[in-house]
Nanobody, 116 residues
């Protein structure tokens, strides 16, 4: 199972920016796609973005135009650049291979709090 370590979260004011990183224990190119998710307290995990191995990137409507995902295969890392952050973006953010389920290995995530 892939091991994942997310980082880069923090406290930011509305309208601010953050860049998250997710380092995998091995090549991310062995997977068809990597994904970003988030989970707010009391809510179910929400899909944020999918980065396909061949280049296409899909975003949830709630983050489209504000978030930009990218990948660096040489570093086994995926990124999530977040701008114009809103309070409703507050959540713990996770990455994983596309299709990962509750019984797959998940990282600790990184907390993003958007508040004035």
């Amino acid at each position: 199972q892939v091991q994942l370590v997310e980082s880069g979260g923090g406290l930011v004011q509305p309208g601010g920016s953050l860049t998250l990183s997710c380092v995998a224990s091995g090549s991310i190119d062995r997977f068809n796609a990597m994904e970003w998710y988030r989970q707010a307290p009391g809510k179910e995990r929400e899909w944020v973005a999918t980065l396909f191995r061949y280049g296409r990137i899909d975003y949830a409507d709630s983050v489209k135009g504000r978030f930009a995902a990218s990948r660096d295969s040489a570093k086994n890392t995926v990124y999530l650049q977040m701008s114009n952050l809103k309070p409703e973006d507050t959540a713990r953010y996770y990455c994983n291979r596309a299709g990962a389920g509750p019984y797959d290995s998940w990282g600790q995530g990184t907390q993003v709090t958007v508040s004035s």
